[in-house]
């Protein structure tokens, strides 16, 4: 997606014909939050992601994914980053991830 997840909630809303009011209410939030997210102005609350999907007949995971690395792209953005700045973050998320599976298996074998 090109669009910001914003602008993207904006489209899905505009081509289903339905108001701020409508989505707001159906994410269970106020309108004004909705409108200030459409507007970069804010961020979507996490937890009106599955009711989001639901509505729009979206896979959550891939909503998720799409959520979750336009706040990764914001950090970034804000930081003046480069893909330097990305590898090193992949760097520790494969670090992480071999933290996690040894501590999984001292558990495991207790």
Not at 37 to 46: H, Q, S, W
Not at 53 to 58: I, N, Q, R
Not at 65 to 81: L, M, P, T, W
Request: proline share 2%.
């Amino acid at each position: 997606m090109q669009a910001t997840f914003g602008e993207y909630i904006k489209s899905l809303r505009v081509e289903n014909g339905l108001t701020l009011t409508k989505l707001a209410a159906t994410l269970d939030i106020d309108q004004s939050t909705l409108s200030k997210v459409e507007n970069r102005k804010r961020c979507l609350p996490i937890e009106a992601l599955p009711k989001l999907a639901k509505t729009f007949a979206l896979d959550l995971n891939e909503l998720k994914k799409e959520y979750y690395s336009e706040k990764i792209a914001e950090i970034i953005y804000s930081q003046n980053g480069t893909s330097e700045l990305l590898e090193l973050a992949e760097k520790k998320v494969k670090y992480l991830r071999i933290i996690e599976t040894k501590q999984r298996k001292i558990d495991f074998e207790l």
